[in-house]
T-cell receptor, first 115, second 114 residues
């Protein structure tokens, strides 16, 4: 079955500390992988995506993610967290070469940032 | 600002009623998808429309239906509302079927069924 697992429901980090959010996927074909961020009362904003090529992907707001096929993982990282990064983060997978519209999302990781 | 506008922002309905949620996308966004996000969960794909035709559907019953109009607006209709339909409903659109065209999400409609 196709699925996305985000093992951490809630993470708290101090401002300025590094961050890694975990994402594992199960997908029968070559996946397209995405990270989205959702602030309270808002829709989803795309942080970055991986289709092919370089397995280290740079995104907006200083985020990056690394695709590891052998581990079926696509972890999100940021070297130094800012208080404005507090939000919920969703990893998603979609069909290769097909529509991005029918994405499968994980349950999300809520990030809190301590001053 | 994503250019995707959803209305209303909040809605309260009674079990058994019908509801219509609306989405207005940017010009040229021929593909629109709808997602249901229950509290504490990730979004779940309901269906997708491309040039006014449904071209993909998730695991949702037929009482969830949609329409897409030539003016880049769309609707999600839910009949015979159930308590479990309470959720945030997200509309997302993009320009074409190409893989590099990103999805733009609206801020959603919060539906409460009592």
């Amino acid at each position: 079955a196709q699925s996305v697992t985000q093992p951490d429901i809630h993470i708290t980090v101090s401002e300025g500390a590094s961050l890694e959010l975990r994402c594992n996927y199960s997908y029968g074909a070559t996946p397209y992988l995405f990270w989205y961020v959702q602030s309270p009362g808002q829709g989803l904003q795309l942080l970055l995506k991986y289709f092919s090529g370089d397995t280290l992907v740079q995104g907006i707001k200083g985020f990056e993610a690394e695709f590891k096929r052998s581990q079926s993982s696509f972890n999100l990282r940021k070297p130094s967290v800012h208080w404005s990064d507090a939000a919920e983060y969703f990893c998603a997978v979609g069909p290769y070469g097909g529509s991005q519209g029918n994405l499968i999302f994980g349950k999300g990781t809520k990030l809190s940032v301590k001053p | 600002e994503t250019g995707v506008t959803q209305s209303p922002t909040h809605l309260i309905k009674t079990r058994g009623q019908q509801v219509t949620l609306r989405c207005s996308s940017q010009s040229g966004h021929n593909t629109v998808s709808w997602y249901q996000q229950a509290l504490g969960q990730g979004p779940q794909f309901i269906f997708q429309y491309y040039r006014e035709e449904e071209n993909g559907r998730g695991n949702f019953p037929p009482r969830f239906s949609g329409l897409q109009f030539p003016n880049y607006s769309s609707e999600l209709n839910v009949n015979a509302l159930e308590l479990d339909d309470s959720a945030l409903y997200l509309c997302a659109s993009r320009t074409d079927e190409g893989r590099n065209s990103p999805l733009h999400f609206g801020n959603g409609t919060r539906l409460t069924v009592t």
